[in-house]
């Protein structure tokens, strides 16, 4: 088995910190997920704060830790770069390594990169074409994506397991960007290509980024409605989906999911009801990242396609900066 050489760059939660207590088991990190896949070795890592690079490499055991991006793509020879700074730097940081890595057989092959892909549209098409010139593959870190229970949905769809969709209702929190994106990814996953939307309620909790409540129709002809609701009263990331004959719903930010059939009704037998006991099943939602960083390997090999390529992240950049741009106007 091939082992690549990894960097690290943003030495933060989702690189590692919500992996610190060694004896949390599940890959909520990319530190994590390359400590477990066979076919990875952490080499370096880089933080803006020298402090925090050094915590995370004595941590992580990533053999040397930088301040610099541009002094480790200088001084280490890596193959797969997790890309882990807040979205705003995103640009600048891609750029470096698609520079490093420019005309180098020996440069990095895949860049990992968290969501959104970038603030602005701008942004992420200028990232995907230094990538691009580049030759560097992407894969971007929807998570809900490399879960097999999230990704056995679109097939009891598409089936029609339970008949034909008459509709969704998806929830979350904190931002359309920042969260609201996952929720889009996932229906696009689910349901194809956007094809019309409107703003049904908006309002502001993060600086920049509204919480946009939506209707949403795709060109598959399934529409339903899109929930943004308040952080600071609870967190919520859920997902019902209306069959003919039943209900699919994610749960718990997506780690259930519930399948509902119809009965006839116990009192008047001439209905059909939901059943009151589900077929509850947990997801691996936890493991994500590792399932990520695995799934993205297999498609750098050429072993089968990217789940979350960047050009379906650029998409869902693109349509909520649509969203916000119909806000301001």
Same mark, same amino acid.
């Given at each position: 088995m091939t082992?690549?050489?990894?960097a690290?760059?943003g030495?933060?939660?989702?690189a590692?910190?919500?992996?610190n207590?060694p004896?949390?088991?599940h890959?909520?990190?990319h530190?994590?997920a390359y400590d477990?896949?066979p076919g990875t070795?952490?080499?370096a890592?880089?933080?803006?704060?020298?402090?925090?690079?050094?915590?995370?490499?004595?941590?992580w055991?990533?053999?040397?830790?930088y301040?610099?991006?541009?002094?480790?793509?200088a001084?280490e020879?890596?193959?797969?770069?997790?890309?882990c700074?807040?979205?705003p730097?995103h640009r600048d940081?891609?750029g470096k390594?698609?520079?490093a890595?420019?005309?180098?057989s020996?440069g990095p092959k895949?860049?990992?990169?968290?969501?959104p892909v970038?603030?602005?549209e701008a942004?992420?098409l200028?990232l995907?074409?230094?990538?691009?010139?580049a030759?560097i593959?992407?894969s971007?870190?929807?998570i809900?994506?490399f879960?097999?229970?999230?990704?056995?949905?679109?097939?009891?769809?598409?089936?029609?397991?339970l008949?034909?969709?008459?509709?969704f209702?998806?929830r979350?929190?904190?931002?359309?960007l920042?969260?609201?994106?996952?929720?889009?990814?996932?229906?696009r996953?689910?349901f194809?290509?956007i094809?019309?939307?409107?703003?049904l309620d908006?309002?502001q909790?993060l600086e920049g980024d509204?919480?946009?409540?939506l209707?949403?129709?795709f060109?598959?002809?399934?529409?339903?409605?899109?929930?943004g609701?308040?952080?600071?009263c609870y967190?919520v990331f859920d997902? #019902?989906?209306m069959?003919?004959q039943g209900?699919i719903?994610l749960? #718990?930010?997506?780690n259930?999911? #519930?399948i509902?059939?119809?009965?006839p009704?116990?009192v008047?037998?001439?209905?059909?009801?939901?059943?009151?006991?589900?077929?509850?099943?947990?997801?691996?939602?936890?493991?994500?990242?590792?399932h990520?960083?695995?799934?993205s390997?297999?498609?750098?090999?050429g072993?089968e396609?990217?789940?979350?390529p960047?050009?379906?992240a650029?998409?869902d950049?693109?349509?909520?900066?649509r969203?916000?741009e119909?806000?301001?106007?």
């Open positions: 082992e690549y050489r990894v690290i760059i030495c933060g939660n989702i590692g910190r919500w992996n207590d004896a949390t088991s890959a909520l990190t530190a994590k477990l896949h070795k952490l080499v890592c880089c933080d803006s704060e020298m402090n925090r690079a050094r915590e995370f490499a004595s941590r055991g990533a053999g040397n830790c301040q610099s991006v541009d002094e480790l793509l001084r020879k890596v193959d797969i770069v997790s890309v700074v807040p979205t730097s940081v891609v390594i698609a520079r890595g420019k005309g180098k020996g895949l860049v990992l990169l968290e969501k970038a603030a602005s942004d992420a200028a995907a074409a230094d990538l691009n010139s030759v593959a992407c971007v870190n929807y809900r994506r879960d097999s229970l999230l990704q056995s949905v679109r097939g009891r769809i598409a089936t029609g397991e008949g034909k969709v008459q509709q209702r998806g979350y929190t904190k931002g359309l920042n969260n609201g994106s996952h929720l889009v990814n996932l229906l996953f689910y194809g290509r094809e019309r939307w409107h703003i908006y309002f909790e509204p919480t946009v409540s209707f949403v129709q060109a598959s002809g399934v529409n339903g409605t899109i929930q609701l308040r952080e600071s967190s997902l #019902d989906i069959m003919e209900e719903r749960l #718990d930010f997506c259930r999911l #519930d509902l059939k119809t009965d009704d116990p008047y037998p001439s209905y059909r009801v939901l059943q009151r006991e589900p077929l509850s099943m947990k997801t691996d939602l936890a493991n994500a990242v590792y990520y960083v695995s799934q390997i297999n498609a750098l090999e072993k396609e990217f789940l979350s960047l050009a379906d650029i998409y950049v693109t349509f909520c900066v969203v916000k119909a806000i301001r106007s």
